[in-house]
């Protein structure tokens, strides 16, 4: 009986394996090794391995002797040689604003120079090499592993002295992107749970044939490519487009007052809510189904009011469904990034904007990362809720 | 695969059905290996298509080689990304010249040897058919000037019209959004003359701290009437649409929109920001030959003209001047369109492209910052 | 069922009004916007909106002029293509693995059922774009950024959980004793699986195979992060047209987007349906 059941435990095992194993590959250890991106950052301690070794010794605060200025101009004209100056140069520039340009500009002058003080030559070229700052950079982009993006993703830095502290206020600006993004998924649960609740109620009490045919109106935007209802409310919503043409005409506003309704937060929300509300619908009405209307009537009989069936009978019955579809509703908005990079224009970006933006723009693939780690846990503590809450066995499609 | 009327599939045998299905796709759709080709990266819209009809098909029409054209914004990001995973997929770049300048310093172009370059008609070498000022690193060849500008929807203004670069900043006597490109190159000269600093004292006042926060002063009074294009082919339909009441533009962009659709469109040349860009070859492309057979071609100064003959923009060599001619569609004469042109250049500046290569990045994350406020 | 009996006590005939005309305007603010994309899609002119021409019932300013333009331009049918081979791929591997971990997940033996249905299930909660970034640094380490294979690995991953939840949701109606009858009446494990329990969960599988197509065919964000220009899919082309030059084609795009999704949603309703009634057949005492 004991081998029996282990033989059914080991065959249910491997029949998920496949799955396993290649979710594994394709999806975990990508998220794995990009989480690991944003500690490690081996390539400027790979390609400047002399320098970084003679500015071991240095004190930090005087300009470095004439054997460090030649071994850097060495290292510069090798990387530049090798094609990777631009790539080192971008990490640099990252602990110092300013020193992409002092390291290419150095790179270019000293290409074919042999002065005899590379001190005064480099200097020469950028007058930055003067100051014990440029080099401190070095020293810190040298650093293979670093706290330095998931500080920066916390709107924190490490100062001179090495104790960490906030960024001054012109630069903090991660930690309120966060708030916002969850902001907005709660003001988008919010507003689905508001439209969901009557619509699934609807659906759930009516006769099955009108009941069908509501759920498949419901179904529809859910089938619906998200770019093609991204376009439609482009379309509707612009400037020129067919809400503002409705109202000029029918005369709620002059020509010169047309509403601002897209490509910005109120796009955003729009747009979201519209892709969101149904599976904020589903659960409920998977919920509501099985309400039997007895129980209202009862409550009716014992002479309670509606709003007192309502809240005291209703709701509570309700409430796995509600919790089922605020959650996923939830979860999905804060990963959002389609819609708002469509629509949202300069206000209506979320955080996952900005992840894309240094991922594709800034090319600070560290700080992606670290963003996209703290995003990461979010979902994470949110999908454990739901898992407590509603089970993830439960979820369902449709 | 699964069919559920005969149930005859087991479940090795799906997952067989499924790698064969899968490697049939992945080799059925990689890139064809027969055809040569050479992956081309421009702005897109109406500039792409004329240099299409300029010197793609009779690139195409002489070598044999198929031009596959991709659209990009200028940013050097993306070459950035390629270069740096090795994931190069794209063969030539259209750069404008202060990215063009960086990338070659960064190493991200593949250097192109002057000498190489087709000398002009009379013989002319390629290192002295250059016009002054173009930025001959040894990494490009082919190129065009163009100028960004602004321009008005006529139908927005029925009275007076914006004659000025002052008047794209006045909200009170011109009313309406305004387009604006997404980045601070051209945008911080035009606020800057808009505040009566004079053309030729662009660079000396923004090349001070004060400068340049007057500079964004000034951006700073319009910032909400502001709607921001990336593409180049944005201004024209924004100012179509009537999104917005005037915009910055690519002259040539506007000029097409004009003659070929028609539309209601005056360009304002006062105050226009001149730039050129090149061609130049991405660092590691595994097609090199082909690109840099292409990129010699667009080089030739028939190339760069004929280019003229299909939107609104100036060879970069001396000797493709005197070739400017007629609009190839409509006949228009073209050189009183060129931004060059005497009665276009009355306020005119030159994008200094090496302060901008030197001071791009840092002016960029100021300029994202003032973005995000 | 005596539906308005149950109300009556509480909502006077202005509250039900209200409720019901609270509940159609959701239902115009879900379908709205398909209903504006396709009219505006037969526009004459290149707008965005309806001209007093379309107004009218103008026969002149409807017209087809987009869609010949989409068939006419070489991009559309290349991305068509792009996305029925990735698509189809990925479909076929997500389906595959998925039905055989649905069938692991629906043993009552299963160790650790949770954690790893959490896993599994892991891509289809997961921020896209962190998947997307994730699989761009490592794709292109193993040379399979800007690739099909890779755009169909990265496919795969994304649908498969749906697979599993309609194939596990199936399998839940479904009696362990059919299975284990058929083992003691001695059918190889194969044959258990072909002969009883693939005709029972083929329209669960069929829905999930859908669901993943589905998912494959309008994803943009790896697209954009792996994809080359050879892999350019449709909705990587309509993020394009949105982003840069919205022309009139993607409104004729999208209409017939937005007619494949109703194909789609037809054929889940039909087999739900129909998996239904057969579930209820077979188990129908007597």
């Known amino acids: 009986m004991a081998r029996a059941l282990r033989s059914a435990r080991v065959r249910a095992a491997l029949l998920t394996l496949p799955l396993v194993a290649f979710i594994g590959a394709t999806f975990v250890a990508p998220l794995g090794a990009m989480l690991i991106r944003g500690v490690h950052q081996p390539l400027v301690a790979d390609s400047m391995p002399r320098t970084l070794a003679r500015l071991e010794g240095w004190d930090g605060r005087s300009v470095p002797d004439e054997a460090t200025f030649r071994t850097l101009a060495s290292e510069l004209r090798s990387l530049r040689e090798r094609r990777v100056l631009g790539a080192v140069a971008a990490r640099v520039n990252r602990v110092e604003s300013g020193m992409r340009g002092a390291l290419v500009r150095t790179a270019r002058k000293l290409r074919r120079a042999s002065p005899a003080s590379w001190r005064e030559a480099t200097i020469a070229a950028d007058p930055a090499w003067g100051e014990a700052r440029a080099w401190r950079a070095i020293r810190r982009a040298g650093e ?55 619509l699934a109620h609807l659906i759930a009490n009516a006769r099955p044939a009108t009941s069908n045919l509501l759920l498949l109106l419901v179904l529809v935007p859910f089938w619906t490519s998200l770019l093609v209802r991204t376009t439609s409310w482009i379309v509707l919503l612009q400037n020129q487009g067919v809400v503002n043409d409705l109202l000029v005409a029918v005369g709620l506003i002059d020509e010169e007052e047309r509403v601002a309704l897209i490509y910005n937060m ?31 009537r009862a409550a009716a009989s014992l002479g309670a009011t509606w709003r007192q069936a309502f809240v005291r009978v209703y709701w509570p019955q309700t409430l796995p469904g509600a919790a089922a579809g605020a959650l996923l509703v939830f979860i999905l908005a804060i990963g959002y990034y389609i819609t708002p990079a469509l629509v949202g224009g300069r206000t209506g970006q979320l955080i996952s904007n900005m992840i894309a933006y240094h991922m594709q723009e800034s090319l600070n693939w560290g700080l992606a990362a670290a963003l996209g780690g703290v995003l990461l846990v979010c979902v994470a503590a949110l999908y454990l809720v739901y898992d407590r809450l509603v089970g993830i066995e439960r979820m369902r499609l449709a | 695969m699964t069919s559920p009327r005969t149930g005859r599939a087991t479940p090795p045998r799906i997952a067989g059905y499924a790698a064969v299905a899968a490697l049939l796709a992945a080799f059925s759709g990689s890139p064809s290996a027969h055809a040569e080709s050479v992956t081309v990266v421009s702005y897109g819209g109406s500039y792409a298509r004329a240099c299409q009809k300029a010197y793609h098909e009779p690139f195409t029409a002489e070598t044999g080689i198929e031009v596959r054209l991709a659209d990009f914004n200028g940013d050097l990001a993306q070459i950035r990304a390629q270069v740096e995973t090795g994931n190069v997929h794209w063969d030539v770049v259209d750069l404008n010249f202060p990215e063009l300048v960086r990338a070659c310093d960064e190493g991200l172009l593949e250097p192109i040897a002057l000498d190489d370059l087709p000398p002009g008609p009379d013989g ?45 900043f006045d909200l009170e006597k011109f009313p309406g959004r305004r387009g604006m490109r997404r980045r601070p190159a051209a945008n911080l000269e035009f606020a800057l003359m808009a505040d009566g600093v004079p053309a030729d004292r662009v660079y000396a006042v923004l090349d001070t701290p004060e400068g340049m926060d007057r500079a964004f002063r000034k951006l700073d009074t319009i910032k909400d009437r502001i709607v921001w294009w990336e593409a180049g082919a944005q201004p024209p339909q924004m100012l179509a649409d009537r999104e917005v009441t005037m915009s910055t533009a690519w002259n040539g962009r506007i000029f097409n929109a004009r003659v070929l659709e028609n539309q209601p469109f005056t360009i304002v040349w006062d105050g226009q920001v001149l730039d050129g860009s090149s061609l130049a070859i991405v660092a590691g492309t595994p097609n090199l030959e082909a690109a840099r057979r292409f990129l010699l071609f667009a080089a030739r100064v028939e190339s760069m003209a004929a280019v003229s003959r299909y939107i609104a923009y100036g060879p970069v060599r001396r000797s493709g001047a005197s070739l400017v001619s007629t609009h190839a569609e409509t006949g228009i004469d073209m050189r009183p369109h060129m931004p060059t042109s005497p009665r276009n250049m009355a306020n005119a500046v030159f994008n200094d492209w090496e302060w901008w290569s030197d001071n791009g990045d840092e002016i960029n994350e100021r300029f994202n910052a003032w973005l995000a406020r | 069922m005596a539906r308005s009996a149950e109300r009556r006590p509480f909502g006077d005939h202005l509250g039900r009004g209200l409720y019901l005309a609270f509940c159609v305007a959701v239902l115009v603010f879900l379908i709205a916007p398909m209903l504006v994309i396709v009219p505006l899609s037969f526009n004459a002119e290149p707008y965005f909106t309806f001209t007093e021409g379309m107004l009218r019932l103008d026969a002149d300013a409807w017209s087809l002029r987009w869609y010949r333009g989409i068939v006419a331009d070489d991009d559309w049918p290349r991305a068509l293509g792009n996305s029925l081979v990735i698509g189809v791929a990925a479909t076929a591997i ?24 959490a896993l599994l299930l892991s891509p289809m909660v997961t921020p896209l774009v962190i998947s997307a970034a994730g699989m761009f640094f490592f794709y292109s380490d193993l040379g399979l950024a800007q690739t099909h ?26 009696d362990g004793n059919l299975a284990r009858a058929a083992a003691s009446l001695g059918a190889a494990p194969p044959t258990v699986f072909r002969r009883v329990q693939l005709p029972l969960i083929a329209p669960g599988v069929i829905s999930g195979a859908l669901f993943a197509f589905a998912t494959s065919l309008d994803e943009v964000v790896t697209v954009l992060f792996l994809g080359g220009l050879e892999q350019r899919t449709i909705p990587r082309k309509m993020w394009s047209g949105i982003r840069e030059e919205i022309s009139p084609e993607i409104l004729a795009v999208a209409t017939i987007l937005v007619a494949f999704a109703l194909l789609l949603l037809g054929t889940v309703e039909w087999l739900r349906r129909r998996g239904g009634e057969r579930a209820a057949a077979r188990f129908r005492p007597g």
């Open chain 3, 94 to 117: 997500a389906t595959a693995l998925g039905v055989l971990a649905a069938l692991g997940l629906a043993n009552p033996a299963m160790p650790g059922r949770v954690p790893v249905t």
């Open chain 1, 266 to 296: 109120t796009g955003t929300l729009i747009a979201m809510t519209h892709v969101l509300l149904p599976f904020m619908i589903l659960p409920l009405y998977a919920v509501m189904r099985t309400i039997p209307p007895q129980y209202l």
């Open chain 2, 124 to 168: 002319t070498p390629a290192r002295d058919d250059y016009l002054e000022g173009v930025p001959l690193e040894g990494c490009s060849g082919g190129g065009m000037l163009y100028s960004t500008v602004y321009a008005y929807n006529r139908e927005s203004f029925p009275g007076e019209k914006p004659t000025t670069i002052a008047d794209f």
């Open chain 3, 149 to 174: 294979l890779g755009l169909i690995l990265a496919h795969a991953a994304l649908g498969a959980p749906f697979v599993v939840i309609t194939v596990t949701a199936t399998l839940a109606g479904f």
């Open chain 1, 144 to 198: 293979r592993y670093t706290a330095r993006h998931y500080l920066n993703a916390l709107d924190l830095r490490r100062d001179a002295a090495g104790a960490v502290s906030a960024q001054p206020p012109e630069r903090r600006i991660y930690l309120s992107l966060l708030g916002r993004t969850l902001a907005v998924a709660a003001a988008i649960t919010a507003i689905c749970l508001v439209l969901g609740y009557p």
